[in-house]
C-alpha cells in the first residue's frame, strides 16, 4: 500500500512516528508500574511480540519513581500515561521517558500543561494528545449534559465527532501558543464507526502524526473484530502512524492482532511463519482444529516468513493452499506433506505433527542460509492421489460452483 498520507515526523526515543515511518505498533503494561520486577517483564514480554513502543500507567509518585529503575532495564521506548496530576508528567520527563500521553481536559490549570510541554521541549520529547469519547461528554453540568445528549440522538455519530474536533481543536491551540509541534494525536471512541470518522476529520485537517485506537474494545475476541473494523478501515485509507489494539487480555494478543493486521495490510513485512488452514468440512477426516492450534503453537519458534498450509483433505486443499511453502494434505489416518511443491512424504496422522514442524524448520534453514526461496504465492501444488476414506472408497473431486 503506498497511499500513505504524509504527516510530519515525530521521535519516540529511536523510534519514529509519521512520516516515511513504518506504522508503528503501540501497547500498554497492565501491571502496576511500580513493581518494577512485573512491568519490565511484561516491556520484555511485549517487545518480543514485535512491540515497538509500550505505555505505562504514572497515576502516583511511586510510579515516576520506577520509571527510573524500569527504564534502564528495558529495550523499547517508554511512554508515560498521564491523567490529573501535571507533576506525574513532570517526573516521567526528569525520569528520562521518551514520550508523554497527556489530555489538557483533565488538568484544570493551563499553567499547569504549559510547564508540562516546557519540560518535554527541553528534552526533545513528543506529547500525544488524546480525545477520548469517554472523556469529553459532559458528566457534571446536568443542563449541558441533556443539551448535548438531545444534540447527540438525531446524528450521534456525527455529533460526537463533532464534540471531538472541537475539543482537539482547543488542545491544539494550547500547543501551537506554546510553539510546540511534536505533537500526536488520538481520538478514540468504543465505536469503530466514529472512531472511522473522526480521524477521517482529522486526517483532513491536520498533518500531525496519528495514534490510531478504538478505547474499551472490550475483550480480546471481540475486541479484535471491534478494532480490526476500525483500525483496518483507516490503515487502507492510508490513515495512521501508529497504532494500539487495546484488549481486556493480556497486552501481548494486542501485539500479536496489530502486527497481523499490518502484516494483511501489507504495511509491515512478515517476519514469522503466515499459517493457512481450511475451515473444515463434511469431507474431513481427522481432528484438524486441534492439529491447526499445535501447528501454530509450534511455529512460533521459527523467526522466517515460511508459508504453511494445514488442509482438512486432498480434494480442495491443494487449490486452497496454492502458494504455500509448506503443506499437509489430511486424509483418514494419513496426511501427505509437500514443500514448494514437491511431495516430500506420507505420516501417519499421530506423525504429522512432528513431520510437518520438522520440514518447516528445514525449509526456513534453507531459506536462511540461500538454498531455497520464499515463494510467495508462486507454488502451484498438483493434487496427490486422493487417499481412501475409512470405507476404502476415493473421494471424488468438489466441484466449486
Ligand atoms: S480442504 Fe477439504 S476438508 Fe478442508 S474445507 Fe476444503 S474440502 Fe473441506
Redesign the pocket.
Known amino acids: 500500500m503506498n497511499n500513505r498520507r504524509k504527516t510530519r515526523s515525530v521521535r519516540v526515543g529511536p523510534v519514529a512516528i509519521g512520516g516515511d515511518a513504518p506504522v508503528s505498533i503501540q501497547s500498554m503494561t497492565s501491571t502496576y508500574t511500580y513493581d518494577i520486577d512485573a512491568t519490565v517483564k511484561q516491556i520484555h514480554a511485549l517487545a518480543q511480540a514485535g512491540c515497538d513502543i509500550v505505555r505505562v500507567a504514572v497515576p502516583e509518585p511511586r510510579d515516576t519513581e520506577a520509571l527510573k529503575h524500569i527504564l534502564p532495564q528495558v529495550p523499547v521506548p517508554i511512554v508515560a500515561d498521564v491523567h490529573f496530576h501535571f507533576q506525574r508528567a513532570l517526573e516521567a520527563v526528569e525520569a528520562g521517558v521518551h514520550k508523554i500521553r497527556l489530555n489538557p481536559g483533565n488538568i484544570q490549570d493551563r499553567g499547569q500543561v504549559d510547564r508540562v510541554i516546557r519540560a518535554c521541549r527541553e528534552r526533545g520529547i513528543p506529547i500525544r494528545v488524546g480525545v477520548n469519547e469517554g472523556g469529553i461528554v459532559e458528566r457534571k453540568d446536568k443542563d449541558k449534559r441533556a443539551a448535548e445528549k438531545a444534540s447527540l440522538e438525531s446524528d450521534y455519530e456525527q455529533h460526537m465527532v463533532d464534540i471531538m474536533l472541537e475539543k482537539l481543536e482547543e488542545y491544539i491551540r494550547i500547543f501551537d501558543e506554546n510553539d510546540f509541534h511534536d505533537v500526536v494525536i488520538s481520538a478514540k471512541s468504543i465505536d469503530p464507526r466514529i472512531v472511522i470518522r473522526a480521524y477521517q476529520a482529522i486526517s483532513a485537517k491536520y498533518d500531525f502524526p496519528l495514534h490510531l485506537g478504538v478505547t474499551h474494545a472490550g475483550p480480546k475476541e471481540t475486541g479484535c473484530i471491534r478494532s480490526v473494523v476500525a483500525l483496518g478501515t483507516l490503515l487502507a485509507e492510508g490513515i495512521g502512524d501508529t497504532v494500539r489494539i487495546s484488549y481486556a487480555s493480556d497486552p501481548v494478543y494486542e501485539v500479536h492482532d496489530a502486527k497481523e493486521m499490518l502484516n494483511c495490510l501489507g504495511l509491515r513485512a512478515r517476519i514469522e511463519p503466515e499459517l493457512i488452514a481450511?475451515?473444515?468440512?463434511g469431507?474431513?477426516e481427522i481432528d484438524l482444529i486441534s492439529l491447526v492450534q499445535e501447528v501454530r503453537t509450534r511455529l512460533a519458534t521459527i523467526k522466517t516468513p515460511v508459508k504453511v498450509a494445514v488442509?482438512?483433505?486432498v480434494?480442495?486443499?491443494p487449490g486452497?493452499a496454492e502458494g504455500a511453502d509448506v503443506a499437509v494434505f489430511a486424509g483418514k489416518g494419513k496426511g501427505i506433506i509437500y514443500v514448494q511443491g514437491e511431495q516430500k512424504r506420507t505420516v501417519s496422522e499421530a506423525d504429522m505433527l512432528d513431520a510437518l514442524y520438522e520440514e518447516s524448520v528445514e525449509f526456513a534453514r534453507r531459506v536462511e542460509c540461500g538454498e531455497a526461496t520464499l515463494r510467495g504465492g508462486s507454488v502451484t501444488i498438483k493434487p496427490p492421489d486422493p487417499l481412501p476414506r475409512s470405507d476404502g472408497s476415493l473421494p471424488l473431486p468438489?466441484v466449486t460452483r
Open positions: 481450511c475451515p473444515t468440512c469431507r474431513i488442509m482438512g483433505c480434494v480442495n486443499g486452497e468438489v
